[in-house]
Structure formats: C-alpha cells, structure tokens
C-alpha cells in the first residue's frame, strides 16, 4: 500500500547506511539519524516531536549492549522499531472502556469523517455481538441525523433521533434513557460537527459529557491533515478531557505525520484507524502493526 511508504524507504535508506560490523558509535549513527530526522519531518511530523525521538533512538542505540549475533544495523533498526511504539503508544491496542451500556460519544468538525466512523464503530462492535444503539444529536445540519439513519438501515443498527425539536444535550439524555429500556450493551452518540473549534462547540461537548457520562469520548480526525490532526486532538483534550482519537482516511495518507503524532503531542490514545469508504473499514490502532509497517 501507499501507506508510509516513504517514510518506510528513508528507513530503509538509513538502516543501509549503517554499518553492518563493530558497533554503534555516535559517528556512524549521525547520518542515518539524519535521514530519519529529515523523514519524520516530511511525513509532516513537528519538529519537537522529531528532535525528542531521535535523540531518544541516539541515546538507546549508542548505550547498547552489543549481542552476539546481532549485527549493528540490527540493532539500529529495533531501536527504531522500538521507539516508533513507544511513540504511538505502548504496545497493544487501546480497548474502549468497560460499562453497561458502554456510551461512545463522538466528536470532531466536519468532513472529517464522523459521522461514516459511527456506523463503522456500530458495526465493529455489533461483530463483538453487541447490542448497539446510535443517537442522532445533530440538530443544526437534519442532513447528518437523515445520514446516520441510513447508515444504521445499511448496518441494521437502531438509530434513536427527536429531530430537531430538542436540544443536543437533550436527545443525548433521551437516547441513553431508550439504551437503558432496550438493555443495549453500547450507545454511540454522534455529536454537531462544526467548521472549526469555536466556544459554542466546546460548550455543548462538555454539557452533553456532563449530562450523559460517557464510558469513552473520541474525537475524530481525519489523517490526510498532519500534524493539525494531532494538535486537535491536543485542543478538545485540553478544554473537553477525551478518552482518545479515531483517525480517518489512513488509506488516503502517504505520509503518516498523524498517526506519528497524536499520542506524543496530545497525550491521548488513537483507539481506531479508518482505512476506507466501506463500513467495515474501521480497526483497531495497534502502535507495533503500524511501527513495522513504517519498517517494511
Ligand atoms: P462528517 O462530516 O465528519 O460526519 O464526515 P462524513 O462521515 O460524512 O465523511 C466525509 C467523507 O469522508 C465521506 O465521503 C466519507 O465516505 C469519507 N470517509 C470517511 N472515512 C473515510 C476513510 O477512512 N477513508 C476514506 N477514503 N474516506 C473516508
């Protein structure tokens, strides 16, 4: 795939340039770190971020322990390896939390892919034989609740909705009530997607988190915008407290800035990836998945 694939060759550029016998010194390791650096770079990762990790590789690779059998380049490479997980997180992918129901509430701007992710996670839980419900609170654009209908008729997933008679806070109330009648085992809730981050948008995100206590809050950002996607996540974690981030349109980037970035600059998880227009296009984020294929 066109993913990483040229950060994975810089990599693989800089792996070659180490030499495969004696063992890493601070000389014959500057200019493959370099290479990485200028990868990293190009892959629309911030540059703190890219001097943090690869001064942490430079430390790591230079102290190590020199093992039989493992040739210099090698253990360049793990290194690499290594600390590309520890960058997107430790290892393993990061579960939504337990509850019953399990309430996911989603946020994000619009055309980031909010409202498609909704019905990819219904469906990835309905896979896990949940019981799911969606709630529609979008009552500024009736365009999106008539849009996670259809989702959820494609899906066969319930989708509960007031039109636009109420307020969001409201039908997120309501919908978690008519969860709890159909013992539902997880309610996702699509919030307002807006144009940008404004006040008006905050508020409602936290007087809806407020009024419904959700097990998990995602925000979802799309992976074609870089390092912007993770500085968001950064943003609604700070003044809304999210549990973690859903990055969309993997399939579509090349380079993988967002991916590399969101954890170390926001803090927070990416719990799923969506790779594709299709519903069933959702996966768990899995931090070493991704590193190795980064390494080829
Ligand atoms: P919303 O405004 O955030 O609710 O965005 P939508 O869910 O309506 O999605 C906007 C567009 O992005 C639609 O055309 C989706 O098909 C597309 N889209 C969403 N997720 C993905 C993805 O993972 N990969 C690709 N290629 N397209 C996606």
Redesign the pocket.
């Known amino acids: 795939s066109a993913m990483f694939d040229k950060l994975s060759r810089s990599v693989e550029k800089a792996w070659k340039m180490v030499s495969k016998d004696g063992k890493l010194t601070p000389e014959n390791i500057k200019e493959p770190l370099k290479e990485i650096r200028r990868a990293l770079l190009e892959a629309d990762v911030s540059l703190p971020v890219v001097r943090r990790f690869v001064k942490k590789v430079e430390e790591k690779a230079v102290g190590q322990e020199v093992i039989v059998g493992v040739t210099p380049d090698m253990a360049f490479i793990k290194t690499v390896n290594d600390e590309l997980v520890e960058l997107m997180g430790s290892k393993g992918a990061k579960d939504l939390e337990q509850g019953f129901p399990q309430v996911i509430l989603m946020a994000?701007?619009?055309?980031?892919?909010?409202?498609?992710?909704?019905?990819?996670l219904a469906l990835l839980l309905t896979k896990q034989k949940k019981k799911v419900l969606m709630v529609a609170t979008d009552v500024y654009r009736p365009a999106?609740i008539d849009?996670l209908q259809k989702l959820g008729k494609d899906i066969n997933v319930p989708v509960f909705d007031m039109g636009t008679s109420a307020s969001p806070v409201e039908i997120a109330r309501a919908g978690i009530a008519e969860a709890k009648r159909q013992k539902v085992d997880a309610v996702i809730v699509?919030t307002a997607?807006r144009l940008q981050i404004d006040d008006d948008m905050m508020k409602e995100l936290k007087d809806t988190k407020a009024a419904i206590k959700p097990t998990d809050t995602l925000l979802?950002v799309?992976?074609m915008t870089g390092q912007e996607a993770a500085n968001l996540v950064k943003a609604f974690n700070e003044q809304a407290d999210i549990s973690g981030a859903i990055l969309?349109?993997?399939?579509?980037d090349s380079r993988g800035g967002a991916a590399l970035s969101v954890r170390e600059v926001s803090g927070k998880p990416i719990k799923f990836?969506?790779?594709?227009?299709k519903m069933d296009?959702?996966e768990p984020f899995y931090p070493e998945r991704m590193a190795s294929r980064i390494l080829g």
């Open positions: 994000g701007l619009q055309g980031v892919g909010k409202t498609t992710a909704c019905g990819k999106a849009q699509d997607g979802v799309d992976a969309t349109k993997m399939d579509g990836v969506g790779v594709g227009e296009s959702l």
